[in-house]
């Protein structure tokens, strides 16, 4: 038989088993997470429309006070140990441009277990339970073994609300979509003098709503600083903030999920809310920088009278 006329004869029977038999042929539904149905219509949008979208979130927010149930975790899933310690009850007062304050309290018995703030540069945290007051910069320069001296405000301020990008930063927009996930990528990068390109933040959207999903902050070696996840978003007053929100900060070794159960936005934050003051009989304490060489009077711990 001649080759032409034996492709076509192929051709034939493969279009006839097609129209002929559904074992051959088998639809799949596809139901993405988050999704309320199979197969649920993707949005479309642009760089500018979701470069829009951060900004209008952004700008929104004056302050807030916000009730919490925290989860706080050490360790990383990298070093395959994360210990998580439920039910710690957190008051979350913010306002712009990067003031911060962060009251958490025992499980139970509702005690405060840290009491931290900042007002721009620098952070302050009280422990009671170790009777310290730390204080130190917001841009950790030398990690502690003590992950609890690790924590910043500012990190909470970074991923709670998604800063717009700033002006002369480029922008790659990625469509990651699959059997399984539907976002829209913005990867935010930066020229280095030498020409070179420095991945920044990439900020992520989840296409069955056009919410924001996910922002990850990189330091200038590609290293992850922040993973924030957000989900489950609402309307508190007259603003979407998302209910549940995941923050993980693999270099530092600890992250935090926060699930909201009060919410007031733009109901003013007074000066006063903002001031923490070393109790006394505290040990002062300088973390998270580089250790002089120096004075043995920098290096005493100093209890307040």
């Not at 710690?88 to 990067?98: D, M, S, T």
């Not at 917001?138 to 405000?153: A, G, I, V, W």
């Not at 006394?280 to 004075?295: C, D």
Request: aromatic share 8%; with cysteine.
């Amino acid at each position: 038989m001649p080759c032409r006329r034996l492709r076509l004869l192929i051709v034939l029977v493969c279009f006839t088993m097609l129209g002929l038999s559904s074992c051959v042929v088998k639809r799949r539904l596809i139901v993405r997470k988050g999704a309320t149905k199979a197969e649920p219509t993707l949005l479309v949008a642009n760089p500018k429309e979701l470069l829009q979208a951060v900004t209008d979130q952004y700008e929104a927010i004056h302050d807030f006070t916000a009730t919490v149930d925290m989860t706080p975790a050490l360790g990383t899933t990298e070093k395959s140990h994360v210990t998580e310690y439920k039910d710690v009850r957190a008051y979350i007062l913010f306002r712009k441009p990067a003031e911060i304050r962060i009251v958490g309290l025992l499980p139970v018995v509702r005690n405060t277990a840290f009491d931290m703030v900042s007002t721009g540069d620098n952070f302050k945290l009280y422990v009671p339970s170790r009777n310290q007051f730390l204080v130190g910069r917001n841009e950790l320069t030398r990690p502690s073994n003590n992950k609890l001296e690790n924590l910043r405000p500012q990190h909470f301020v970074d991923a709670l609300l998604v800063r717009p990008v700033a002006p002369g930063r480029k922008l790659i927009m990625e469509n990651f979509t699959d059997e399984d996930n539907a976002f829209y990528i913005l990867h935010e990068v930066a020229e280095t003098p030498s020409g070179s390109l420095d991945l920044l933040r990439t900020i992520w959207f989840n296409r069955l709503d056009l919410k924001l999903a996910r922002q990850i902050i990189f330091d200038d070696k590609g290293n992850i600083l922040t993973d924030a996840r957000y989900s489950d978003w609402k309307v508190y007053d007259n603003v979407a903030f998302a209910k549940h929100v995941e923050i993980n900060r693999p270099q530092d070794e600890y992250g935090v999920v926060l699930d909201l159960v009060k919410m007031d936005i733009n109901q003013g934050v007074s000066d006063d809310k903002f001031v923490l003051n070393q109790p006394p009989g505290s040990t002062l304490r300088t973390v998270g920088e580089e250790p002089a060489a120096a004075s043995p009077a920098r290096a005493r711990e100093v209890p307040v009278p």
